[in-house]
């Protein structure tokens, strides 16, 4: 009997510091690391020239960590950075209009999960990444 995991594996946009949400086209899709990085993450980031962009593939605890983590800077104003994470292919591209069966994955300080109980649930994992492997 094989105790192995499913290989999983999902699409993100990738890219770094970009303005006007640019990277969303074809040439700037990844496939992400096969049952590690299982998120796509998007931080915008407001400088004084406007809004960038950095998307990349993530693990599921570093990037809801990361996006906990900045939530009191994710003002909207200037300097501001904020990050989220999701769960479904190039879900960290452009917002579509019409709200789509696309799930969105809430920030571990919005989540019914306090998140010292997240990180006693993900610590194994991020530790011994291996373990999840055969």
Known sequence: MDNCLPLLTIQCYQCE?????ECSTPEFIVNCTVNVQDMCQKEVLVKEDGKHYRKSCASSGACLIASSG???????KLNSVCISCCNTPLCNGPRQKKQSSRKRVPSAASS?????????????FLLHPSSIFC
């Open 70 to 76: 900045y939530q009191q800077f994710c003002t909207g």
């Open 112 to 124: 019914l999960i306090p998140l010292h109980s997240l990180s006693l649930i993900l610590i194994p």
């Open 17 to 21: 510091e970009v303005t006007h949400n």
